[in-house]
Structure formats: structure tokens, C-alpha cells
């Protein structure tokens, strides 16, 4: 079971993420599927995820999801990502500024019957938001 949750959780970062197919969510994913991200967002469905997912594709429309590294025990599923990005559309009230982004992040999916029913997702949103000129940077 656990190869089979890893195979589907790739299939999530590579197929939905990356290229965007997001006609795979219905397949992917239960219908109450939960998200819950930095600051405390939290997601509570299937279709706020797509929302979700249209926000950060209008901004960052070339985004590419590297899966880094997996591990599985039961039900879950653990991966650490590295997503490559262009700065191309607004961004939480930032203009567009052409840069390349990289950021890292863990997300922890727990899946049920072959769907994703619950994630916890956490990203160096500091790093993004200082490669696009929102924060400043320490130096």
C-alpha cells in the first residue's frame, strides 16, 4: 500500500502541480479533501484547492515541482519538494517582477482508498516572498 500512496502522491507534485492537469483532482482526490498551509490557511474541499492552485498558477504559470525525496509508513505519505518558478503574475498583492524563483517545502498526505483526503503542507514562504520583492532581504 505504501508504494501505491507514494505513486499517487507523485502523481499529485508531477502531473497536477507541474503540468497542471488539474482534471486529475477528481481522480486524486476525495471530494473533502482538507489543505492546510503556512499561516494557518486551510482548505476544506476538493474545489478550494483548485481555487488555491489557480492563484499560485496565475502568478507562477511555468512552476515546477522537483520531488526531492518520499517516505511512507501506513496511510502516509512524507515528501520534500523543491518548486522552480517565474514571478509572472500578481502574487498576494505583488506586481509581477520576472524573477526566477526556488523554494523549498514538506508536505505530509495521508490518503484513504487511493485518494488524498488530507494534507499538511509547509514552505519556506519567507524565501518566496523575499525572491519577489515583498519582504527584504537579511542582508
Known amino acids: 500500500m505504501s508504494e501505491a500512496n507514494r505513486a499517487i502522491v507523485r502523481r499529485w507534485f508531477d502531473e497536477i502541480y507541474s503540468k497542471k492537469r488539474v482534471e486529475l483532482m477528481n481522480e486524486l482526490h476525495a471530494e473533502d479533501y482538507v489543505w492546510r498551509g503556512p499561516g494557518g490557511v486551510t482548505i476544506t474541499s476538493r474545489d478550494g484547492m483548485r481555487e488555491l492552485l489557480g492563484v ?14 518520499q517516505m511512507s509508513d501506513g496511510d502516509q505519505v512524507v515528501t520534500r519538494w523543491t518548486a522552480r518558478a517565474t514571478h509572472s503574475g500578481e502574487f498576494d498583492g505583488i506586481q509581477p517582477t520576472g524573477n526566477s524563483i526556488m523554494f523549498t517545502g514538506i508536505t505530509i498526505s495521508r490518503l484513504e482508498n487511493g485518494r488524498l483526503v488530507e494534507e499538511w503542507e509547509n514552505f519556506d514562504e519567507l524565501s518566496l516572498m523575499r525572491q519577489i520583492g515583498a519582504v527584504p532581504s537579511a542582508d
Open 56 to 69: 499560485y498558477t496565475a502568478a507562477f504559470p511555468d512552476v515546477d515541482f522537483t520531488v526531492e525525496d
